[in-house]
Structures are given as structure tokens and as C-alpha cells.
């Protein structure tokens, strides 16, 4: 059997349906499926390439595991869960793009993908299971998004490119502290405490990581706005005129409470509040000019 096509009719392919069908190499599947079992599409060596239609919620266990010759995957927004170890050992799949429906990439999904170089997630995934793209030796890119909570244990264990100090370095700092602007850095991740390394790789990202354990995350913002960076850019603010003046005032006092005791940190913020009041003030229409 070289083909197959599931009708509209059809909600769910079965646990193991198609399991071990090596001379499979097109699998139509239609809107209005809903599940893909477990093991469904395990060991189809010749399927080259899958879609998945907009209707399907579960990727379930193993369900196309060690499909070696599959070379693309298509995921349609309305996923909701990719299982454990769902695409295990395609070793031929380069590039993955995860909807933004999908909140959970289960336990070892890519373990071994070795020709895997890019993985491109979307906001609203919540958690990245253990071992999930263990040995994908060919990862060079992923972007970790601000609504991350949880990268299980050994998550990017032996991605042997993507953890090349230069690139770990960019790709989590940036995850966790975007520093290109404040609105950025706004925007990174809160939520992390660990990002699934190995302990020496961790260990680079203690700093941060620790400061995302703070409950309050406007906290975490503002601290991480005030620790990296040090000269804040009043001009998108301009065109509320002086109404945001007491705003920043009160944001300044804030953050600087939550700095505790540190005397120099409090010192810095407090230059830091003076230059961009002033700023700000320069920057306001004719008539205030001269304040």
C-alpha cells in the first residue's frame, strides 16, 4: 500500500493503524480529524511527507516515530499537543513550525531528528517536555518565547550546534533579557527558572534565572529594565505629553523598592530616573521648553 486517504467521516485514526508500513508514501488526511493515535504512522520508512489538518487537537505518543524518511511536516493552527516522543528519530526533518494552538511539546517529541536545523515555536507555548530535542545535532536556531513556564531536564542535551557558546549565549540571554529596547525587554521571558541544559551551560544563565523566580513578574520586568539598561528612551512616550510624567515618577519608585538596600543599584536608578525626566521634558512641545 502506497497511498492511503482518510475521508472527512473519519475523527480519529487508531492506536498502531498503519504501524510498520514500510511501502507507505502518501497519507492524505482531511479536515475533520480530530486525533492521531498512538504508534498510528510508527516505522512508515517511506512517508516523505505529512500534513496535518486544522481540525486535529493530539499528535498522540509515538505516532510517527522512527518515520525516517519523512522530510516535512506541515502543523496546522487549531494543535493543541504534540505526545511523547511523537516524531522520534525522523532523521531527515530540517525545519518545524509549531502553531500557536500548541501549549505542550511532550517528553523527547524530537529526540534524535539529527538533520533538524530550525524549530520555530510561537507565543502561546506554555511547556517544552524532557528531552524533547535530545541529539538533534544539526539545531542551529530556536527562539524561546515570553510565554514559556517550564523546559523539562536535558530538553537541548547534545544539540551539539545550537549549544556552541556564541550561539547558547544569544539565543537564551535574548530568550530571557531582550535587550534591543525596553519594550523588548518588557516582553522577554518571566517565567523561566530553567532552560534544560546541561549544569555547565545553566549555570552561564544563573543570574537571570534566579531573578525569573521572583512570584511578581511586573518585578522582574522592571529590574531587568533598570539593570540592563542604562540609558532609557523617553521618545516613544512623547506623545502623551506631560501626563506621563507622574507615571515615570511612580515607576521610578517602585523599581527602586524593588532593588531593596543596594545603595550603588539605588544610586544608578536614580541618575537613571534624573536623565530621563529630563529627556523627557526636552523632548515635550514649545511651550514647556525652558523647564
Avoid at 475521508?7 to 493503524?17: F, M, V
Avoid at 518545524?96 to 524530537?110: G, L, W
Avoid at 529627556?279 to 525652558?290: A, D, K, N
Amino acid at each position: 500500500m502506497e497511498r492511503i486517504e482518510i475521508p472527512t467521516t473519519i475523527t480519529e485514526i487508531n492506536d498502531h493503524a498503519f504501524f510498520d508500513c514500510n511501502g507507505l508514501k502518501v497519507a492524505k488526511l482531511c479536515e475533520g480529524l480530530q486525533k492521531i493515535g498512538e504508534s498510528a504512522f510508527a516505522r512508515c520508512n517511506s512517508l516523505e511527507i505529512i500534513e496535518i489538518p486544522s481540525t486535529v487537537t493530539v499528535i498522540d505518543d509515538e505516532a510517527f516515530v522512527c518515520c525516517e524518511g519523512l522530510k516535512k511536516v506541515k502543523l496546522a493552527e487549531g494543535l493543541q499537543e504534540i505526545g511523547y516522543a511523537a516524531f522520534y528519530e525522523c532523521t531527515l526533518l530540517e525545519i518545524i513550525r509549531i502553531p500557536s494552538t500548541v501549549t505542550v511539546i511532550d517528553d523527547e517529541a524530537f529526540v534524535c531528528c539529527e538533520g533538524l536545523k530550525e524549530v520555530k515555536l510561537r507565543e502561546g507555548l506554555k511547556t517544552i517536555g524532557k528531552s524533547a530535542f535530545w541529539c538533534c545535532t544539526s539545531l542551529e536556531r530556536i527562539n524561546i518565547l515570553s510565554t514559556l513556564e517550564a523546559i523539562g531536564r536535558d530538553a537541548f542535551l547534545n544539540c551539539s550546534s545550537l549549544l556552541q557558546r556564541d550561539v547558547c549565549l544569544d539565543t537564551f540571554t535574548r530568550a530571557l533579557c531582550n535587550t534591543s529596547s525596553i519594550n523588548a525587554t518588557y516582553s522577554s521571558n518571566h517565567n523561566l527558572t530553567s532552560l534544560g541544559l546541561s549544569n555547565d551551560r545553566e549555570r552561564m544563565f544563573t543570574p537571570l534565572l534566579e531573578l525569573n523566580g521572583i512570584e511578581d513578574k511586573g518585578q522582574v520586568a522592571a529590574v531587568k529594565i533598570l539593570r540592563y539598561h542604562d540609558h532609557l528612551d523617553m521618545k516613544p512616550f512623547l506623545e502623551w505629553d506631560s501626563k506621563c510624567l507622574p507615571l515615570f515618577v511612580t515607576w521610578f519608585s517602585r523599581a527602586s523598592s524593588y532593588l531593596g538596600n543596594d545603595d550603588e543599584a539605588n544610586d544608578t536608578v536614580g541618575t537613571k530616573k534624573l536623565d530621563a525626566i529630563y529627556q523627557f521634558l526636552r523632548g515635550l512641545p514649545s511651550e514647556l521648553e525652558g523647564l
